[in-house]
């Protein structure tokens, strides 16, 4: 019983593990551009 509890365990961890990642690089552009339009032109072009 608790080598599948562990297994579970496990699979679930892995899938948000691969998840996060997958959001990480969605998001990580998202983020730059923000940050990219927040700054004055002279640093963005720097």
Do not use: D, N
């Amino acid at each position: 019983m608790k080598e599948r509890y562990y297994g579970r365990f496990i699979g679930k961890a892995l899938l948000y593990a691969v998840l996060l990642a997958g959001s990480a690089v969605f998001m990580l552009p998202l983020a730059w551009m923000v940050s990219t339009a927040l700054k004055p032109i002279e640093q963005t072009m720097a």
